[in-house]
């Protein structure tokens, strides 16, 4: 019988000489872009910063977006990626609940460039990496994320993957990059709590272990094929069974997850985003402020509850994560953005005088969809006596629900224009879209 592993290994390998048509090599660059735009203003927050000044990396030929200098890949992927899952921006592809992005454009991006790969064999090693991680993801949903965070784990595959097909493996070496990562993949859910600042740090680590994952591998060493799908493989190790492998499966050949990603507009947890939208429609078509409003009330599926109720958020990592924050500051400040979680936010009275009129509840037959429905009923009752309600039936963003080309580089522009000057943001965008060679050093904006 073949195995997850050597089903994933095949759909990664048919990557290597496909024809990429104009639309899947666009999808490509778009995601590249995206990844930049989430990226670059992660380099100036811990944990990268202290990642980059802690000792970690010797001399290499990979760029380390946050120290600006040429270092070993291994640490190039780790502080690139923890970079850029700090702001949390970075893409997601609904249908796992996993931000494929953080370690695959990181850990594939540092071996391309330590490597001197080309840009085309650049691109294929992304969409490999996407499709071997984003099918994993679905395999392992929704019970994994009670207790591990998918990007941390999900994302060792799809690293080693993209990695391996970078170093030149045939299917059977990139099988077994994935079977070896197997046993490399972790990031419990209780580090995603407080003042930790391991939730950055889960990508770093599944970057670097995809990397160690496929530098085995194309050295000859061996995993087992069925480490994914065994009687004590991962996914019954991780999400309480051997794996809904024909979900992860359904479609293969036909479509690839990079083509179907959801682009964040919401600088926060996505299971908030459903409400934050819902709360911005009613918001624009009724007219009312932040002093208009008697109590919200939000129906979410499960993590909408589970994760992001959180009414007291102290720090910037739990506001991101808390729907009573993030709503409130969406009808103060006017967006939930990178200004929204600066301390002066934090402190912000407005805000913190309407959290409490916010509450919660997990709707039944809205988590019944999840997580290939992302929805949310919003209920608001104003001081005027009025009772307002949207369902919102998925996100802004979303692949049912996309944003435009215009709107995806004003988020770029946006993220990236206090952390380069100008003349460098726009090459740096050049190349992903029109250039020929890999996207490589940038000069980052003094004291940006």
């Not at 009414?311 to 739990?318: C, G, I, K, N, S």
Request: proline letters at 6%; glycine letters at 10%; one cysteine or more.
């Amino acid at each position: 019988m073949t195995t997850a592993a050597e089903r994933l290994a095949d759909l990664a390998a048919g990557w290597l000489d496909a024809s990429l048509g104009d639309t899947l090599r666009d999808a490509v660059h778009c995601a590249t872009l995206d990844w930049f735009a989430t990226t670059l203003p992660g380099t100036l927050q811990p944990p990268a910063t202290l990642l980059a000044a802690g000792g970690l990396a010797r001399e290499g030929k990979a760029w380390c977006y946050t120290s600006e200098r040429w270092i070993d890949p291994r640490s190039a992927a780790f502080i690139n990626a923890a970079a850029s899952h700090t702001v949390e921006f970075d893409d997601i592809f609904r249908d796992g609940g996993y931000h494929p992005g953080s370690p695959t454009f990181a850990a594939a991006l540092a071996v391309a460039q330590d490597i001197g790969a080309s840009r085309d064999a650049f691109d294929r090693a992304a969409i490999g990496g996407y499709e071997v991680g984003c099918r994993i993801a679905m395999a392992l949903q929704p019970r994994h994320y009670e207790f591990w965070h998918i990007t941390g784990t999900v994302g060792t595959f799809g690293a080693a993957a993209a990695v391996a097909m970078l170093l030149g493996c045939d299917r059977d070496g990139i099988a077994h990059a994935i079977a070896i990562a197997a046993s490399f993949a972790g990031g419990v859910q209780q580090n995603l709590q407080g003042e930790s600042m391991v939730k950055a740090m889960h990508p770093g680590h599944a970057a670097d272990a995809g990397i160690l994952a496929a530098y085995a591998a194309a050295s000859g060493a061996t995993g087992a094929w069925d480490s994914l799908d065994g009687p004590k493989g991962y996914s019954a190790a991780t999400s309480a069974g051997t794996g809904n492998w024909d979900a992860a499966f359904a479609g293969a050949g036909e479509w690839t997850p990079i083509t179907r990603m959801t682009v964040k507009v919401h600088g926060c947890c996505g299971h908030i985003f459903p409400a934050l939208d819902a709360l911005e429609a009613l918001r624009s078509q009724h007219g009312f402020g932040p002093d208009d409003i008697k109590v919200i009330r939000i129906e979410g599926y499960g993590p909408t509850k589970d994760i992001c109720d959180r009414p007291d958020p102290q720090v910037a990592q739990e506001a991101r994560f808390s729907a009573q924050y993030c709503l409130s500051a969406l009808m103060v400040l006017g967006g939930v953005r990178l200004a929204a979680f600066a301390p002066e936010a934090l402190r912000n009275s407005d805000i913190r005088a309407l959290m409490p009129h916010i509450s919660v509840e997990r709707a039944e037959d809205l988590a019944a969809e999840y997580p290939r429905k992302r929805m949310a009923r919003l209920h608001l009752t104003l001081k005027d006596g009025r009772s307002l309600s949207r369902f919102q039936p998925s996100r802004r963003g979303d692949p049912d629900n996309p944003i435009s080309r215009a709107d995806l580089h004003a988020k770029y522009e946006e993220l990236v224009s206090p952390v380069l000057p100008q003349a460098e943001l726009e090459r740096l965008r050049t190349t992903i879209f029109d250039g020929a060679d890999l996207p490589d050093a940038v000069t980052k904006t003094p004291n940006g």
